[in-house]
């Protein structure tokens, strides 16, 4: 059984724990409304992009030719685009981020990374890597770039037949989605219908331009958009990653901090009660020195 002193020390160690969970939950939700707010405002912009990008290649009437990127050949080897966080503390995010990826076969994907969590978990598996990166807590334009460069340089030199990307989709603070996306080919890419930002069932983007004209013409705007669209994807990828981050890491030190309250109550009550035991065993040995004295 705990001593007293066992338990006062317990407590001192739990109030400080719960004080450094507390900041941090502070922290992490501060950098979690910034980041929320870039990465919802980032939908519609880059949504339009790919609908847009659709409906061009529509118009070229499926010309493969019209860029290497389109080119779709037998998948022999894959790369994966796996985003998590560079620090642990943010609940299941990466475990289920890690897990995604673990359905890929080592024998036939390569990795690239954006976060330590998913480069540690590449060469703890003794997968392949090819590609390490790292990026801020507000994702800059060119650290999306650098990955779409490494990316797309595999693709075109045949090294990968086929990239994908793994990433936390942002549903709300409480709730964050594993999502694997076809990045390249292009081909892979699918109209975006979510009502959420505009975009009609009814007009989806095979018949949303179909009446355009299009200066210059649509295989010199398509070759043009290509890369800007690219790291444009990759880029909302990444700030969908960070809200997700910094929303699982303030639930998370929420919860710890909470538990850790109960946990100090707990000890507080299991404390007075030693030491309401301790008074009365001393009360009832002086009641019976003086009986025995008198």
């Known amino acids: 059984m705990a001593s007293m002193r066992d338990i006062r020390r317990r407590i001192k160690s739990v109030k400080s724990t719960a004080q450094i969970t507390k900041a941090m939950q502070m922290v992490a939700a501060a950098k979690m409304r ?3 707010q870039a990465a919802l405002n980032s939908r ?5 992009l790919h609908n847009m990008l659709v409906s061009i290649y529509a118009q070229l009437e499926n010309d493969s030719s019209c ?16 985003v998590t966080t560079d620090k642990g503390l943010c609940g299941s995010l990466n475990t289920n981020l890690i897990r995604e990826a673990s359905r890929f076969n080592p024998e036939s994907t390569v990795f690239l990374t954006a976060g330590r ?13 090819v590609g390490e990166f790292t990026f801020h807590d507000t994702p800059q334009y060119s650290e999306a770039r650098s990955i779409v460069k490494m990316a797309a340089e595999l693709f075109l ?15 709300n603070t409480m709730s964050q989605t594993p999502t694997t996306q076809a990045l390249l080919p292009l081909t892979e890419l699918k109209p975006v219908t979510d009502k959420e930002y505009s975009v009609d069932d009814e007009d ?11 200066e210059p013409s649509p ?16 880029y909302h990828v990444l700030l969908e990653a960070k809200a997700c981050e910094f929303s699982a890491r303030m639930v998370s030190m929420k919860s710890a901090t909470d538990n850790a309250n109960s946990l100090i109550k707990e000890l507080t009550i299991h404390y007075n009660k030693l030491r309401q035991t301790g008074i009365t065993n001393q009360l009832l040995e002086i009641a019976s020195a003086t009986s025995s004295l008198s």
């Open 34 to 36: 910034r980041s929320q």
């Open 44 to 48: 519609p912009y880059s949504h339009m």
């Open 67 to 82: 860029s290497p990127l389109y080119s779709r050949r037998p998948v022999q080897k894959e790369a994966v685009i796996l």
């Open 117 to 129: 969590k998913g480069a540690q978990f590449v060469h703890r598996t003794k997968r392949q890597l």
């Open 157 to 171: 030199e045949g090294k990968v037949d086929k990239v994908s990307i793994i990433y936390p989709k942002f549903k």
């Open 204 to 214: 989806t983007p095979e018949n949303q331009h179909s009446d355009i004209l299009f």
């Open 219 to 234: 295989k010199v705007l398509f070759s043009a958009l290509l890369p800007h669209y690219l790291n444009t994807i990759v």
